[in-house]
Every structure is written in structure tokens, then in C-alpha cells.
């Protein structure tokens, strides 16, 4: 009950601090260019209390949520108001603009600040989508291991009776290899009810077996695994039988972590790195241990052709840079010098070039001059793309051991909260971005966006994870709501800022009634999308 209580007061909290520097940056900022401000409320009416000073009302209102701010002239209905130096519509064009960005600014300001602190301090990254993961694990600040691996064995409980050890590598549960750990694990922690269980683990090089019976006063078979994640990994489909790479001891089913110490996730992460070696160092996953594996490819040398002279034998012959010369009459070419002698000691003679233009074999019939030259540059290539085995992309369950915080000295961390900043508001336009064709095209909120209810339910999870990981959550916020209100929709900021330019284009201003019709029309369609991805948080909650 009182985890729901902070849960609560902690969503309220956050998200009023949020909107309340939002309205405070338009509230500043119109105070700043002369604007006479109405009303600046913390919550929303009806009112509790409220004071004027100078001229402004500042309130406390019954619904604890956000807050708001009340310009004069704001509606710009009157005329008369176009000539009041004090309304909001009798300020200048630079001005209105000034104090529309002004709260995606103050926005903005308040998630690069939260970071910086953080980063300060020391936080946990966060990790919006797989590339991030990968790169985090890859600076070493998540530590995985492979397979589903038991973190913990409580003492008291029946899997340590049972002889289970911290990290056991758990293969199968009631005879099924675990392909959903989500789902099959369940049954370790007393959901759903099972009182018996049958385990294999490997421990080592030895497979175990072991039968669980829970007793009758425990809730569970004493069991902590590890989180476990999919990690694509690179998989050896097969390999050419009697080459170096078969000789290296490398069989099909072996995954390809790491090549000349690069770890590797793709099969183009894979091919970027041995297409530009002739010793490989492999890095092999075989039943969960890993071990090195170095391979000397045979190099294959190819002469291309990096330019041609203008007029010249080459040039009026067709020949063209990448060009590949595979043979000169013939004979086969391997290294510049073999071109080269041959077109030396053939003046005034007729050669056939035969090329590899983009993968097609081209003849190119060229006369050398007297002194034996056709007009060509030629320059060396080795080629070692001859791997000598086939693989492919698969996910592997691995296990996520710990994940450190990042932490910087205080001038880094500020440098750092801006670029993470930008990052997330990138990957922020492309989720919005996302859920408009989603919702439009296939009436499905996609995966990762919540409203309200989502997000409620998220700060429970943060407030559990401690204050730091709520600081860091209230930054991902307060730059969510930035982004969403400088778009350039209706009822936005970006929407409002949007009609200052089209007013800064034509010399003059857009009818009042017409910017306020569009803008009404914008609210309602912002407010069913609200309902939509409302709903849709409401029916994950069961």
C-alpha cells in the first residue's frame, strides 16, 4: 500500500515539476519582453488560494497536477489588444516567438541538468533500444556471461539441498531447452504453482540433472537467475573441408564473438572486418566457453585500375578506374609489374585486356605505344574474402550480470548530458514519428510509447530503482515533452511558433479566428491519440 502512496506522489511530483518549468519558461520570458501576466497557477483550477503582486496572480489549485500561465492578450479575439504594448499580440514578432519556445527551452535546460547531475554523481545508462545495449556492452559498462545463469542459491530453500550452485548455466526445465525464459523460468520462483521441477545445468564440462521438490511453507525453489537478454550472434553454417580455417579446429554451430579482438553482432559486422585481414583471430563460442582461434587465409593479389590518362591508349580504349585486370592475352595477372612488363615488351602490338567491371568479364582491346605504355595508373589490391566458411545472424539467451553506472568528472558530465540529450531526442522524434504511422495505418500503439497510465507505471519502477534512476527517468520526461511541443502541429508550441513564421513570410498576421479554429481542431485530434495510447496502456495492465 505504500509503495502505491509513493508510486503516486512521486508521478504527481514528477510530472508537476515538469510542466510547472515549462510554464515557468513562458512565464519568465513574458515578464522579461513587458507582457502582463495574468495568472501563473501551480495545479489546475479551481482555485485554493491565489495573491496578486505587480500585477500578476499567482495561485494554488485543487487538482495537484502541472501548472499554468494566463498572458494577457494571449487570445488576441480583441483588436484593440493588436496596440497594447502590454498584451501578448501587441508584442513584436521576435518577442512571440521568444516566449512560444521559451517552455521547450526551460525543458530542454531542466533534462540536460538532471543528466549532468547524474553523470556527476554516477547513474545507470539508459538503454532505449538494442544498438545502445550493444554499445554498452561493448565499453564494458554492461558485463554479460553466456546462458541463463543462476545469480543466487538460498541456503534454506531446496535448491541448494539439491547441490545447485551460483553459476550453474541452467539448459532445460521439465526436458524442454529454454527458449522463452520469461515464460519456462517461472516455474523456479512458484509461478505458476508447481511443486516439482527437472533441471539440466552445465557446471564446467559436466551436464547435471536435478529434481526440485518444493516443500509445503515456501513459496519458491530458492532460485535468483540473472536477467537474461537475446544477443545476436554470428553462427558457422559450415566450413570448406581440408582449408586453413577447418584445419583451425573451427565446425559448424561455433559462434563468431569477436574477429582480431572487434567483438562482432552481424554478419556485416563480420564481413567489415575479415574482408581486410589475411589472419583472422577468431574468438569461438562452443557449449558456453569461449576460446581463440587464429587462421592464416592465402592472399590473392589483383591489379586495378585507379585512373587513366586523358587521350591516351587506356582512356580511348574504355578502360575505367576499379576496373580489375584479370589477364592480358591470355596470361594471368596478379600484380602490377606482370601488366606492366607485358605491355613493355608488346610496343605498337595489339593486347586483349580482359577485365572485371562489377562482377562482369569485359575484352578491351588496346594498342601500347612505342614506348610500350597504354596511359594507366595500376595499383596492388589484396583480396581475402575467401574466408573458407559460410555463417549467419541468430540470437543467443546470454545473461546480464551487472551493469555499471556511468560517471564523469563535473565538466564531462555536462558535455555528455548535452550529447545524450540530443540522442534521446532523436530517438524520441523517431518513436513519435512511429506511433503516428502506427496508430494511422494499423490502429496499434507500438511498443515502447506510453500516455499517462504507462508512465505512471513506469515511475513505480523507478521509484523502486532509487532516486537517481527517478532523476534520470524525469530527464527522458521532460526532453519527451520538449520535442513533442516544438512539432509543428496545432494547439503546440511548434504549432504556434509555425504560424509566427508563416506571419514572418507573408508581412502580415493570419486571422485570429482562423489560427484559433485550427488550433481547437489540433486539440481534439491530440486529445483522441491521448485516449488511444491511454487505452492501450490500460489493457497491458492485465
Known sequence: M???????VAFVVVFSVIILVHEFGHFWTAKKVGIKVEEFGIGLPPRIWGKKIKGTIYSFNWIPFGGFV???????????????????????LRQRMAVVVAGVFMNFVLAVSLLAIGFSIGIEPLLVNGEDVLKAINEEIIDIDNGVRIKSVDESGVAYEAGLLVDDIIISVNGIEILDPEKQLEVLTGKPESNSVSLEVLRGEEKLSFIL????????????????????????????????????????GDIITAVNGKPVYTVSDYQDVVNTENEIQ????????????????????????????????????????GDVIVSINGTLIEHPNDAIEITKASPDKDLVYVV??????QNINVKPSEEGLIGVGLISMNSYQNTQLSVYNSDVLTSVKEIHDVKYPVHIAIKEAFSESGRLAQLTVGMLGELVRSVTSKLVVPEGVSGPVGIARLTHVFVQDGLLALLRFMALLSLSLAVLNIIPFPALDGGRLFFLLI???????????????????????????????TYSDILQLF
Open 70 to 92: 494566463r498572458l494577457y492578450g494571449e487570445d488576441g479575439s480583441d483588436p484593440k489588444l493588436l496596440k497594447d504594448k502590454k498584451s501578448f499580440v501587441g508584442k513584436s
Open 503 to 533: 506571419e514572418a513570410v507573408r508581412g502580415k498576421r493570419i486571422p485570429q479566428k482562423w489560427e484559433s479554429a485550427i488550433h481547437a481542431l489540433g486539440f481534439l485530434v491530440l486529445i483522441a491519440f491521448l485516449f488511444f495510447v
Open 2 to 8: 505504500w509503495d502505491f502512496i509513493i508510486s503516486a
Open 356 to 361: 572485371n567491371r562489377d562482377g562482369s568479364m
Open 282 to 321: 577468431y574468438n569461438i563460442l562452443r557449449n558456453f566457453k569461449e576460446f581463440e582461434v587464429l587462421v592464416s587465409l592465402p592472399v590473392k593479389q589483383r591489379t586495378v585500375v585507379v585512373n587513366t590518362i586523358l587521350d591516351s591508349a587506356a582512356y580511348n580504349a574504355g578502360f575505367k578506374a
Open 213 to 252: 521438490d518444493k516443500l509445503n511453507n515456501t513459496d519458491s525453489f530458492g532460485i535468483e537467475l540473472y536477467g537474461s537478454i537475446y544477443l545476436p550472434r554470428v553462427f558457422v553454417h559450415d566450413v570448406l573441408p581440408g582449408s586453413e580455417t577447418a584445419k583451425a579446429g573451427i565446425i559448424e
